[in-house]
Nanobody, 121 residues
Framework: QLVESGGGSVQAGGSLRISCSYP???????FGWFRQAPGKEREGVGS???????VYADSVKGRFAISKDNDRNTLALQMNSLKPEDTAVYYC???????????????????WGQGTQVTVS
């Protein structure tokens, strides 16, 4: 089970951090953060593989960063310089590797968090 915390409302230009706790048995998996805005498809924000390789969507590159604490079994998404278009429900996800690689595709997600709302005004 993936359990998210954090989220909330922030003004444009501000920062927010959301976290996700996961069972220790998931620690070798690839993880990702996804988001879904009203009326839009769910999209991958970024992914982090076991070797700490990270890949981000162009829309958040340089502003968002994924960190992982293996001792506490938590994944975090630090969001800086937030924009109104970042408003969405954000989901933590466990991703199944494809061809040995970690892709932030919703179709490869094997576990979803419950989602947490992020609103930027």
């Amino acid at each position: 089970q993936l359990v998210e915390s954090g989220g909330g409302s922030v003004q444009a230009g501000g920062s927010l951090r959301i976290s996700c706790s996961y069972p220790e048995r998931y620690s070798s998996y690839c993880f990702g953060w996804f988001r879904q805005a009203p009326g839009k498809e769910r999209e991958g924000v970024g992914s982090r593989d076991q070797d700490a390789t990270q890949v981000y969507a162009d829309s958040v590159k340089g502003r968002f960063a994924i960190s992982k604490d293996n001792d506490r079994n938590t994944l975090a998404l630090q969001m800086n310089s937030l924009k109104p278009e970042d408003t969405a429900v954000y989901y933590c996800a466990r991703i199944s590797r494809s061809g040995g690689s970690c892709y932030r595709r919703p179709t490869l997600v094997s576990r979803w968090g419950q989602g947490t709302q992020v609103t930027v005004s």
